[in-house]
């Protein structure tokens, strides 16, 4: 095998071996390659080999969305492969390209252009039998049961036999991330745990003190921290215990042998009530800390985005070695004028501060998504999986009896698989209307992708998902890990600290939490906010609300009674045809001059129709220039006011042009947004 040669003579003797290469006489190893670099070695080798097929690479790689860069590192790796393999390109397997990144990664570097090349030889009639996309080939896939309890040393073969019996009994009624969860409990934390304390144990019968070590054991992690959730496992080998013995009486040939007295024993789950109750008192406890620290999280992602949209923008206006300056801040543009712009070569390098030198549309693209994962999470309350789940399908509308479109969110089954709708508010479409403008493609169509489901190890069908981003050349799904950086990133930039000076994280259940406190404290009925949260027993939202249980029911029931002494027994039941119009026509009524009037069915007004003055206005944008009418018209009355020192008057009119202010801070607020028209739901 051809070794590198680094003689005076090296030009010689390495077109000699390219030479030897391209006619098939030498076979070189990737290692060879690797430290070679002969790039015109793989020029010539496809002007010998197999034009017709290369030259169609060459063409469909030329349609890439990537860069040239990319396109070539990709014909570069299906040539290699053909050098070392001597393979045809149609007959190079999956196992081929595996192979190949192995021994790249042996060289301490990893190529990005290893799916697109993977598309190429699909798209070529090659890899027939292989998943659409390489990462649907090289992702990780369900385990059968005897291969989950496989993965754990069970020295017990007889015991090995029956756990995979047991597993797969269970499996009918459990998730797959469940049912691997209960393998590894039962295999490794429970049996081998005792295999390794008691060799040579083959029996379920433990005695009292086997037991008893086995529980204590369980309590500490293996770096001698206490185990959070220790009594899952208490609660997995109980139910393992008492199954064997209810399936003992009903086939007692296959499981009577097994059969033996629980170790877990009732006090013992009646000791872990208290720990449950810990647990939930430090959810609460964080919960609570949360929620007061949540709008400096929200402010700082938006500023943090508006600062990256900003710098964004300067940068692709700035030719190469210029400099700008963005919020005080003075950057140098960096690559080679030549160079046409692509997101992952747009660097810049701060000149003014000390700082390292970053890519504008990768901190950009981080701050959006950052902000859009904030904004989702909080106005939902759904959980990571839901979130990433959101397809441009889920979002539908409801047409009122007036007329009056509803706009609704459909949250697709995931954790408790009931499907569930909520009503979208103003801000939350706009969020989504702002994601899907992102994510639409040029034909004005949201790509279709394929989700991968880390907890079920499997690829969903193809969707259009909102939460998906171009990375490493390719239009991919969202992950719930980049979620999680993003967040984190966001809490250490905004500088949120505890009482203690502590830093404070946000995980994306977090969100879930604070929503449901947020909703139920504001008066909502907790069976409703069950409802919306997707759960199917009340005490799940119980757990979640940060206040006391009492709390929560003296609360309900209060708000419960107050209902039914606000509505009289009359009121229930069939309303007449004028008592429906009456209905009706307020909704129409609600219009006003600068917008409409969201006060209660049945409440009179408050504010006598001083609508500038009434928080009550949604005030419609169309309407912006009456209100700076109305304002250039309170400002003309004041100073006649002054003037005429009518200062009852002054006063008056000073609290109106307050008031007016505050609207158009909010008009400010809603022009940001005010490209979310009717046209998002289409």
């Not at 190469?320 to 997101?343: C, H, L, M, N, S």
Request: positive net charge; proline residues 6%.
């Amino acid at each position: 095998m051809p070794e590198p040669f680094d003689g005076p003579k090296r030009s010689h003797y390495f077109t000699g071996v390219s030479t030897l290469i391209v006619v098939g006489v030498v076979r070189p190893s990737y290692e060879w390659l690797f430290g070679n670099r002969p790039q015109h070695l793989y020029d010539t080798y496809r002007r010998h080999h197999q034009r017709e097929a290369f030259a169609e690479l060459e063409r469909l790689a030329q349609g890439h969305v990537g860069s040239a860069m990319h396109r070539q590192a990709a014909l570069t790796i299906l040539t290699r492969v053909v050098i070392v393999t001597g393979k045809d390109l149609r007959q190079v397997h999956f196992r081929d390209l595996t192979t190949y990144a192995a021994a790249r990664l042996a060289t301490g570097r990893y190529t990005t252009a290893l799916a697109l090349a993977y598309d190429l030889l699909k798209a070529i009639g090659g890899l027939a039998d292989a998943p659409p996309t390489f990462r649907q080939a090289s992702a990780r896939g369900q385990l059968t049961v005897a291969q989950m309890v496989d993965r754990y040393p069970i020295a017990n073969k007889a015991m090995r036999d029956v756990l995979v019996h047991y597993l797969a009994e269970r499996a009918a009624a459990l998730d797959y991330n469940s049912l691997s969860t209960l393998s590894q409990v039962l295999a490794e934390h429970f049996w081998i745990d005792l295999e390794r304390h008691h060799p040579g144990i083959d029996s379920l019968r433990l005695p009292a003190e086997v037991a008893q070590a086995w529980k204590q054991r369980i309590r500490v992690l293996p770096d001698g921290r206490p185990r959070l959730h220790y009594e899952t496992m208490l609660l997995a080998v109980r139910a393992f215990y008492l199954d064997l013995q209810q399936w003992a009486m009903d086939e007692p040939g296959l499981w009577a042998q097994w059969s033996a007295p629980c170790p877990v024993t009732d006090a013992d789950m009646r000791g872990t009530v208290k720990e449950k109750r810990r647990r939930q008192a430090r959810m609460h406890q964080r919960t609570r800390t949360l929620i007061p620290v949540l709008p400096q999280l929200v402010a700082a992602a938006e500023t943090q985005l508006a600062q990256a949209e900003r710098l964004l923008a300067a940068a692709r206006d700035t030719q190469a070695g210029d400099r700008f300056t963005v919020d005080g801040i003075t950057y140098e543009r960096t690559g080679k004028p030549t160079k046409v712009w692509q997101p992952y070569k747009l660097l810049i390098r701060p000149i003014s501060t000390d700082g390292p030198r970053l890519d504008a549309a990768v901190e950009e693209d981080q701050a959006f998504w950052a902000w859009a994962a904030v904004e989702v999470l909080r106005r939902t309350g759904a959980r990571i999986e839901e979130l990433l789940e959101l397809t441009h399908l889920s979002l539908r509308q409801y047409q009122t009896p007036n007329g009056e479109m509803v706009p609704l969110l459909q949250i697709s089954p995931s954790k408790t698989d009931r499907e569930r709708v909520i009503p979208a508010n103003p801000e939350l479409v706009s969020v989504l209307a702002r994601i899907i403008r992102r994510v639409k493609g040029p034909d004005g169509k949201v790509p279709l992708l394929s989700r991968y489901d880390h907890h079920e190890r499997v690829f969903g069908p193809p969707l259009p998902h909102l939460f998906q981003r171009r990375s490493l050349n390719r239009l991919a799904v969202i992950s719930a890990g980049y979620v999680g950086d993003l967040l984190d990133k966001l809490a250490a930039q905004a500088g949120i600290t505890d009482v203690d000076s502590s830093p404070i994280r946000f995980s994306a259940h977090d969100f879930r939490r604070i929503f449901s406190t947020e909703t139920v404290n504001s008066g909502l009925p907790i069976h409703i906010a069950a409802k919306i949260l997707g759960h199917l027993d009340l005490n799940t939202t119980q757990g979640y609300v940060a206040v006391y249980e009492e709390e929560v029911i003296r609360h309900y029931r209060a708000f419960i009674d107050a209902g039914r002494a606000r509505r009289p027994n009359e009121e229930y039941r069939e309303p007449t045809d004028t008592e429906w119009a009456e209905f009706r026509d307020h909704f129409q009524l609600r219009k006003v001059a600068l917008g409409i009037c969201d006060r209660p069915y049945g409440t009179p007004c408050q504010h006598e129709h001083a609508c500038v003055r009434c928080p009550m206005l949604r005030l419609d944008l169309q309407q912006l220039p009456r209100l700076l009418q109305i304002e250039t018209n309170h400002r003309d009355r004041l100073e006649e006011a002054r003037k005429m020192q009518w200062l009852g008057e002054v006063a008056a009119i000073e609290e109106g042009l307050r008031h007016i202010e505050t609207k158009k801070q909010q008009a400010q607020r809603l022009l940001v947004q005010a490209d979310a028209g009717p046209d998002i739901l289409c």
